[in-house]
C-alpha cells in the first residue's frame, strides 16, 4: 500500500506571512497532485507535476516534485485569507492508472 | 451547470437502513469514482469504473453496490447501513487518456450520518 504523509496535520499563521507544506512517501509516484478542498465542497486540483525536480508556480503558491518522485512540497508566499482550506496532495503510481493514492490532509488556517 | 453532481448532499438515517446517493457528470469523462471522507478528512477510493465497467474495486463490504447505467452516471447503492458507514461520499469523474495523469472532478459531496 502507498502512503502519503502530509505535515503538518494543522497549520494557523497570521496573514502575510509564508509557509511551506510537505507530501512524503517511500514510495514512487509518475506523477503527483495537489488538491484543495473548501468546507462543504469537494478537492479542487491546484495542479499536477510529473517530472521529477520540477518546480510549477501558480500565483503565490510555488509546487516541487522531489528528484526521486516520492515527495512534495507546496509553499505559500504571503498566505491571505483566502487560502485557507485543507490541501491533499495525490499520487498516482502509473501513468493513466486510475487509482490515486491521497495524502493525509494539511489543514491550514490565515488569521486575518 | 454543476460538473459533477451527486445526491443527497445530507442523509441522516438508522442502522440497518438501505439507502442511495446518486451521481452524474456532464463532462463526457470516461472515469468515474466513489471515494469515501472520513472523520479525519482522509480520502479513500472505494470504486472506479471505466464506461461502465467496474475497473477498481478496494476492499470495500459487499453491502456496498455501486451501478453505472452509462458513463454519465455512477450511483452507490448500500445495505444494511452501520455506524461505521457515516462519513462524506465523494463522487468524481476523469478523462482517460495515454497523456499523463487523470485529473479528478469531484462533487461536493454526500454527507451520510448512521445513527
Known amino acids: 500500500t502507498q502512503l502519503l504523509e502530509q505535515s503538518p496535520q494543522f497549520l494557523s499563521i497570521q496573514e502575510g506571512e509564508n509557509l511551506t507544506v510537505y507530501c512524503n512517501s517511500s514510495s514512487v509516484f509518475s506523477s503527483l497532485q495537489w488538491y484543495r478542498q473548501e468546507p462543504g465542497e469537494g478537492p479542487v486540483l491546484l495542479v499536477t507535476?510529473?517530472?521529477?525536480?520540477e518546480v510549477k508556480k501558480l500565483k503565490r503558491l510555488t509546487f516541487q516534485f522531489g528528484d526521486a518522485r516520492k515527495d512534495s512540497s507546496l509553499h505559500i508566499t504571503a498566505a491571505q485569507p483566502g487560502d485557507t482550506g485543507l490541501y491533499l496532495c495525490a499520487g498516482a503510481p502509473n501513468f493513466g492508472n486510475e487509482k490515486l493514492t491521497f495524502g493525509t490532509g494539511t489543514r491550514l488556517t490565515i488569521i486575518p | 451547470d454543476t460538473a459533477v453532481s451527486q445526491t443527497p448532499k445530507y442523509l441522516v438515517t438508522q442502522m440497518g437502513n438501505d439507502k442511495s446517493i446518486k451521481c452524474e457528470q456532464n463532462l463526457g469523462h470516461d472515469t468515474m469514482y466513489w471515494y469515501k471522507q472520513d472523520s479525519k478528512k482522509f480520502l479513500k477510493i472505494m470504486f472506479s469504473?471505466?464506461?461502465?465497467?467496474?475497473?477498481i474495486n478496494e476492499t470495500v463490504p459487499n453491502r456496498f453496490s455501486p451501478k453505472s447505467p452509462d458513463k454519465a452516471h455512477l450511483n452507490l447503492h448500500i445495505n444494511s447501513l452501520e455506524l461505521g458507514d457515516s462519513a462524506v461520499y465523494f463522487c468524481a469523474s476523469s478523462p482517460t487518456g495515454l497523456s499523463g495523469a487523470n485529473v479528478l472532478t469531484f462533487g461536493a459531496g454526500s454527507r451520510l450520518t448512521v445513527l
Open positions: 507535476v510529473v517530472t521529477g525536480g
Open positions: 469504473y471505466n464506461n461502465k465497467e467496474l475497473i
